[in-house]
């Protein structure tokens, strides 16, 4: 969105106002009445300005900074999504779904089977998140691609979409996404929602709108009904549901934009209106931080990639853990005590003292840590049920003591190892890997790609897909990606 049909926009005070004033795109007249004059919380028409920026924001307007990181973004989630395909959760729901799928329209990452599209995107999504080795927008630990990636790329097969459309949706999606989050984050995340789910439904039906070339009215609909379904509680975290999340977010964004586009009706305050989304998930909303900057400012350039299998917020421990193992050479019988200062949000997320399974493993700073020691790993083998069982990893468990301290960053951690032997081991984090002042190279990508998908698909396909995914603006047909990283 051009930034002087922002402001125009913002100087209006209610929504009706905005499509008297500048309709961006021709209006269906509405057969039923359109929920657009309902009391709002805001003077600020959040729905609108989101739909009219999704609905004709142009592809040439994004930067190439950010194209790059859009392509960066594909090519990390599909290789989680392809790595993820084995494990027991996306089996668990195409067994229980399948029966009920419709026309075989899309296919699933690392996998034989093929559902219609809205199952693919749940699949998918659940693929892709299971091994909690997606990417992270830092500022909200929301997961962008699950909820986007996972319906555009299931949609591309089933209908022809280019590859400069595709990434366009994506890019747009997630940006999208990540803002709603920035809105509410973190009285949201506190009261306990899963923010990937109740902000990345936004991003999807956002990004299967721009697909469906719904105009400004539509738009604000689908946004209507994606408002209405947000999904996640982060009790789940530690089990199949967590994954069950931006799956789930996917599916319904496209539904959402699917109804909109045959008239379904929805409020087109939803976002900010009284009783709407805003107030019903947060005591908090900064509506600035939805729609300031659209189109100059970009949170997708701001996307970052796990190293680790776990968690976000134990990144700097791992880091620090595998550090001091390869510099003094440790034993796990010479560690006597591990000390952590962390950020307070570790041991919210992460507070598991006793892993039952690699899927709980990957919520306990305590097992995050002390198999980092022991192993020197922190990639999905580190997250395994034999990894959470290894005598020597329980035995050093044990021994790490955590405390949480408000001075410590996020992406930072202040560990001391005292040995057997009577040393004092220090390593301070300043910005864990991965971070944004230590981003993954394009290299390391394509490692950790590799890594997780070798065991799912032959090395050649790998490689193809990987180069699908970079060149993934030119494709003449983006739904040769979904092909190519299906299971023969």
Not at 146 to 154: D, H, I, M
Request: net charge neutral.
């Amino acid at each position: 969105m051009a930034s002087i049909e922002r402001r125009t926009l913002l100087r209006t005070t209610t929504a009706g106002a905005v499509l008297a004033a500048a309709p961006a795109v021709a209006q269906d007249k509405p057969a039923v009445p359109v929920f657009a004059a309902q009391k709002a919380t805001t003077s600020v028409p959040v729905t609108h300005i989101v739909a009219r920026y999704a609905a004709t924001a142009p592809v040439e307007q994004i930067p190439a900074g950010v194209r790059k990181e859009a392509a960066r973004t594909l090519l990390n989630w599909v290789g989680c999504a392809v790595g993820g395909s084995t494990n027991p959760a996306p089996g668990r729901a195409v067994k229980a779904l399948q029966p009920f799928s419709g026309p075989p329209q899309a296919s699933l990452f690392g996998r034989k089977e093929r559902l219609d599209a809205p199952h693919v995107a749940l699949v998918n999504g659940i693929s892709s998140h299971v091994l909690d080795y997606d990417d992270t927008h830092l500022k909200t630990i929301i997961h962008p691609a699950g909820p986007v990636a996972s319906a555009v790329l299931a949609w591309a097969e089933y209908r022809p979409v280019s590859g400069a459309e595709l990434m366009n949706a994506l890019a747009l999606g997630c940006e999208i996404e990540c803002r709603m989050g920035n809105a509410v984050y973190p009285e949201h995340y506190q009261a306990g929602w899963h923010i990937t789910g109740t902000a990345g439904v936004f991003g999807s039906a956002a990004a299967m709108g721009r697909l469906l070339h719904l105009n400004e009215q539509q738009m604000a609909r689908a946004l209507g009904l994606a408002a209405t379904q947000p999904v996640g509680l982060k009790v789940q975290f530690g089990s199949d549901t967590k994954s069950f999340h931006p799956g789930r977010a996917a599916q319904n964004g496209m539904v959402s934009a699917l109804l909109a586009q045959a008239g379904f009706t929805a409020s087109e305050v939803a976002i900010e209106g009284f009783d709407g989304w805003g107030q019903a998930i947060s005591t908090r909303h900064d509506w600035g931080q939805v729609v300031d900057g659209l189109g100059e400012r970009w949170e997708l350039a701001l996307n970052t990639y796990k190293p680790f299998a776990c968690g976000i917020v134990s990144h700097p421990a791992i880091d620090a853990a595998i550090q001091l193992r390869s510099a003094n050479g440790l034993q796990p019988d010479a560690i006597q005590s591990v000390d952590l200062r962390v950020h307070p949000l570790v041991l919210n997320l992460m507070g598991k003292t006793a892993s039952a399974s690699g899927l709980e493993g990957k919520f306990s700073i305590f097992h995050a840590v002390a198999v980092a020691l022991v192993t020197g790993r922190g990639g999905e083998a580190a997250f395994t049920d034999r990894a959470v069982a290894d005598p020597a990893v329980l035995a050093v468990r044990g021994r790490v003591h955590v405390v949480t301290d408000p001075a410590i960053k996020a992406d930072q951690v202040d560990m001391t190892v005292t040995t057997a032997d009577g040393r004092t081991l220090h390593k301070f984090i300043e910005h864990a890997v991965g971070s944004q002042d230590q981003p993954m190279s394009d290299a390391q990508l394509e490692d950790k790609f590799s890594g997780i998908a070798e065991e799912v698909l032959p090395r050649d396909r790998i490689r193809r897909l990987m180069d699908l995914c970079w060149g993934a603006w030119d494709l003449p047909d983006a739904g040769e990606i979904g092909r190519a990283g299906a299971a023969a």
